[in-house]
Every structure is written in C-alpha cells, then in structure tokens.
C-alpha cells in the first residue's frame, strides 16, 4: 500500500514520493508493476489483432502467446536489466563531472529500478486501454495501436527525464542529454530480438550466474553463523573479560542486534571504564537507534580519554552527534577541529555543511559541498569509489538542497 501511494505521488511529479520510492528499493513491486502492464498492453494488442483479423481480409490473427512474444517481454526485461538502467546510471554520474565518470553502485541501480520499473510499467497500463476507449477512431493499419503506443513514448520520456533528473540531481538539460545518448544501446535490444533462438543463452548466463550466488552467500552464512558459535563459546569462557564482551558486542552489532551489543558493551564498561573503544562502540549503537544525545555523551567520554581514537576521526563523530542533538556551534568547532587536519575528508566536510545549512550559511554552505565535488575530481579513483556516497550526498545537497 505504502508503495502505491508512493508511486502515485511519483506520477503527481512530488520529489519526496519518488525519493522514497528510491529509498525503499523494493525490487518486487517495481517488477509486479512493470509485468502486470507490460502484459496488458499485450492482452489489448491481442484483442485489437482479432477485431482486425475478422473485419480485415487476409489479416493474420494472433494468440496471446504470440501477443507476449512479439512485443518481446523477456528481451525487454534483460535490455533494461544488464543494459540499459547501468548505462542512464553511468551516464548521469559522468555528466555530473564530479570525477565519478562511467561508474555506478549498487545502491544507485536499485533505487533506478525501484523508481523506473513502476512508472514504466503504470504508463504502460495506462496506454493498453486505449484502443478499447476510443474503438470509434479507426485508422489505416495498425494505427490504432500506433496512436497508443507513440502516446506511451511521449508520457516515458517526460516522466524518466523527470526521474533521472531527481534520482541523480542534475540539471533538466543534462538528464536529457542522459536520455538521448542512452538511446545508443538500442541496437543491443535489436540484437536480442533479431536472435530470438539464441535467447535461452542469455537467459542461462544470469541465471546461472544467481544460482551460483545464492549458494555462495548459502554456504558463506553457514560458515559465519559456525565461526558466530565458536567465537561465542571461546568469548564467554570468562564474563570478566573485558576485551571478550566487547568483542562479544561487536559481532552482535555487525549482525544488527543493538540490545544485544548494548548489553555486552556495557558489561565491558563496568569491567574496565577507561576504555575509549568500549564508550566508542557503545555511541555506535545508540547513533544506530538515532539517540544521539546518548551517542554524544558516549563519544565525548571516548574523546576526553583518548583525543586520537580512530586517527582522529573521533572529534568527526563528536561534531555529527552535536549536530543530530541540535547544538549547531559545538558542532561546527569540532567538525572545522577535525578539518583542520582532515581537510580532504569528505564526510567530516560534508556534516558541516549540513550544520551550516540548518543555521542558515546557504553560501558558506555552497563552499563546503564545492569543495567536496572538487576535491572528488582532483582525487585518485580508488579515494572516489571509497568515497561514493558522500560524494553523491554532497552532489544531492548542492542541487538539490534536500538531505
């Protein structure tokens, strides 16, 4: 329910319905929608080819097998699959010119699809019943059928122009720009239907290539759960061990069992208070639950003990925690603190911006975010990849002006 009402805010053009849409990344609705349209868009194809059929000589009829297959829905699906949302993905990031060039994430292909698929697929069912609203308009041929799908095309490309636009905030001007020249892999989807009897090879390749990855993460699970087991039983052997809990309450903080983790990080801190790792590990679960005046409270003890925990970057976590608990000016002397010896740190940079925003600095603001997108173009790529997600938060504030 939360994604229809989300799609259809996408379809009113409201940025916050397709942010979230993105966010959620739900693979099976934007395919559910994308399928269930694509298919009726074959059932009125199908009904139109019969009409015609009985009142056209010499018109071939179709089954709705042949309906589906004509319009090449699996050829479709792996275009825009392996194809085409990494090329529109890709292409954004290069326009963009912050040094990320022809490269895309996980992240950013999920979301494409979780925002693209959906629209396409609900632009698609809008178009099928067009034939069947209007049978008074008869035009030569398959005109019919023309005059829904050009319909189809003119509604695709104002709404992907508007959803490459938001979901890698850029200029109107270079989302088309995205779009045109994405065009070039047409020929790709050419090949796949012209070679329609070599279409099981490329189905076999995927699917081979996912079976063999759910095994792996099968198997893998099985050996973290057992090494899970074994460091558990070699840990407890002594509860006044200190070290032992808190390594005890990092493996149940990667696995994402805060109240766990929180427990043994406090037993560490009872054991042995002067610590900075056991106050630092303990902040983490409370910035995890968005507690952060508890997170602040941990990580000031962590720095007042050791100044350089983390190479420093402890005097970063100080600032952020300042400002998710709303104390902007603490938050802005520790982040420039922490800049003043990390100064290409794009993190640390980009949380003052977003203080400096929250108090009104647009300009000063602005500074910070450029400095970011600069320092990512004049950096080596593996510091850019690393980087990622800052980069594009910052790229995301600066255009956009939303966090």
């Known amino acids: 329910m939360n994604t229809l009402r989300e799609l259809l805010g996408a379809l009113a053009l409201h940025q916050r319905a397709l942010r979230t849409l993105a966010s959620r990344q739900a693979m099976v609705p934007a395919f559910v929608v994308f399928s269930a349209g694509f298919l009726a868009f074959a059932l009125v ?7 015609l059929q009985a009142e056209t000589p010499g018109f071939a009829s179709l089954s709705l097998l042949d309906s589906v297959l004509r319009l090449n829905f699996v050829q479709a699906l792996l275009f825009l699959l392996l194809v085409y949302i990494p090329t529109v993905v890709c292409l954004c990031n290069a326009i963009a010119g912050e040094g990320l060039g022809l490269t895309l994430s996980r992240a950013e292909y999920r979301s494409h699809i979780a925002v693209l698929f959906p629209l ?26 023309s005059v829904r799908f050009l319909l189809f095309v003119l509604l695709t490309v104002f709404y992907t122009v508007w959803a490459i636009r938001e979901l890698n905030h850029i200029s109107t001007v270079a989302a088309i720009g995205a779009l045109v020249l994405s065009w070039c892999t047409l020929p790709v989807f050419y090949v796949l239907i012209m070679f329609l009897f070599a279409l099981p090879l490329f189905i076999l390749f995927p699917v081979i290539y996912l079976i063999f990855q759910r095994f792996r993460h099968y198997f893998s699970g099985r050996a973290s759960e057992l090494d899970f087991q074994l460091r558990l039983q070699n840990l407890t052997l002594n509860p006044q061990d200190a070290d032992a809990q808190h390594q005890l309450g990092l493996l149940h903080l990667k696995r994402g069992n805060l109240d766990t983790a929180q427990i043994y990080f406090e037993r560490a801190i009872k054991i042995d208070p002067a610590d900075p790792d056991y106050h630092y590990s303990l902040g983490r679960v409370y910035e995890e639950r968005g507690e952060w005046n508890h997170a602040l409270e941990e990580y000031e003890v962590t720095y007042r003990i050791n100044p350089n925990q983390g190479l420093g970057d402890i005097f970063r976590e100080v600032g952020k925690a300042y400002l998710h608990a709303g104390k902007m000016e603490k938050a802005i002397e520790f982040l420039n603190f922490f800049l003043e010896t990390r100064g290409s740190d794009p993190e640390g940079r980009y949380w003052l911006a977003v203080t400096l925003q929250r108090l009104g600095k647009t300009e000063e603001m602005r500074v910070q975010l450029s400095t970011i997108l600069e320092q990512a173009r004049s950096n080596p790529r593996f510091f850019r990849k690393g980087n990622r997600p800052w980069i594009l938060r910052a790229r995301r504030l600066l255009r956009g002006g939303i966090l």
């Open 45 to 51: 194809g199908n009904s139109v080819y019969a009409e």
């Open 120 to 145: 396409w697929g609900v632009l698609l069912l809008v178009s099928a019943p067009i034939p069947l609203l209007l049978p008074q308009v008869i035009l030569a041929d398959l005109g019919m059928v």
